[in-house]
Each structure stands twice: as structure tokens, then as C-alpha cells.
């Protein structure tokens, strides 16, 4: 069935619903897990130029956890701190990593609010060549 997931992660609170929500499909499968992080904002993108921010350190720690207590459940894992757009980072890291399922949690916003804020979730779901599992948090 599934044997490479990809688990975009943001930082947040929303993250642990598909965590929760995950670790039962990948115990039965016996799959691969790799979460992603995208940074986005103006010094991760810059990064060459100003160096590592604090934002980029702390979402490298911040993963390096998630690893480890996903490692400590006996998951076999690994981590992308990735920057850029997020969807799009997304979309390659699972084409990169032959991944056959992309498991994210969402916000659960409404049209008009996606249409201003944008929608990670759904451009994934739209472009992704593989099946996409959406947890609303």
C-alpha cells in the first residue's frame, strides 16, 4: 500500500492532528515517513545572503523533535527543512523522495478566506500526481 509518506508540518498546533492521524496508517504499512517544513518568510528565503535566521533554527529544532518522538515510536524517519513556496516545495520533496502519499493537516478555511490567504492544502491537492490525505485540524 503505502510505503513513502510525506508529512508537510507548519510549527503549529495544526500539526498534530496529522501526526495523530497518521501514525496508525503507517504502523499497519510499515512506512517511510518524511516530514517537511517549509519556510517562507523574507530571511528564509534570503538565506544565502543574510545566513541562517532565528525563524530557521528554531524550525530546525522544531523537527529534529518531531523526528525523534516519531523515531522513538520505532517509525522509520527523516526530515527536510526546505524554503521557498510551500507548495511547490512540497510537490518536489515528494516527487524527490518517490513519495506515494502526501498526508498534511489543514485550517479548514472557507473560499473567500482561501482566496485571500491562499491555500497550501488545496494547490497540493490540486497538482499532486499522488494521492493526498487532508486531516482538518
Do not use: K, W
Not at 492532528?17 to 496508525?24: F, K, S, Y
Not at 518568510?41 to 541562517?52: D, K, S
Not at 533554527?57 to 521557498?84: H, K, M, P, Q, W
Amino acid at each position: 500500500m503505502y510505503q513513502r509518506i510525506l508529512i508537510p508540518l507548519e510549527n503549529t498546533q495544526t500539526d498534530e492532528a496529522i501526526l495523530v492521524h497518521i501514525r496508525p496508517l503507517a504502523r499497519l504499512t510499515q512506512a517511510h515517513l518524511t516530514l517537511i517544513h517549509v519556510a517562507d518568510g523574507f530571511l528564509a528565503r534570503n538565506q544565502q545572503r543574510f545566513g541562517e535566521s532565528d525563524e530557521m533554527r528554531r524550525d530546525r529544532a522544531y523537527l529534529d523533535r518531531r523526528e525523534s518522538e516519531l523515531r522513538a515510536d520505532g517509525f522509520n524517519v527523516e526530515s527536510i527543512l526546505a524554503t521557498g513556496n510551500p507548495a511547490e516545495e512540497v510537490l518536489a520533496a515528494a516527487e524527490r523522495g518517490q513519495c506515494d502519499l502526501i498526508a498534511m493537516a489543514t485550517h479548514g478555511h472557507r473560499f473567500l478566506n482561501d482566496l485571500i490567504r491562499g491555500s497550501v492544502a488545496s494547490d497540493v491537492h490540486h497538482r499532486a500526481r499522488i494521492p493526498v490525505l487532508l486531516v482538518r485540524a
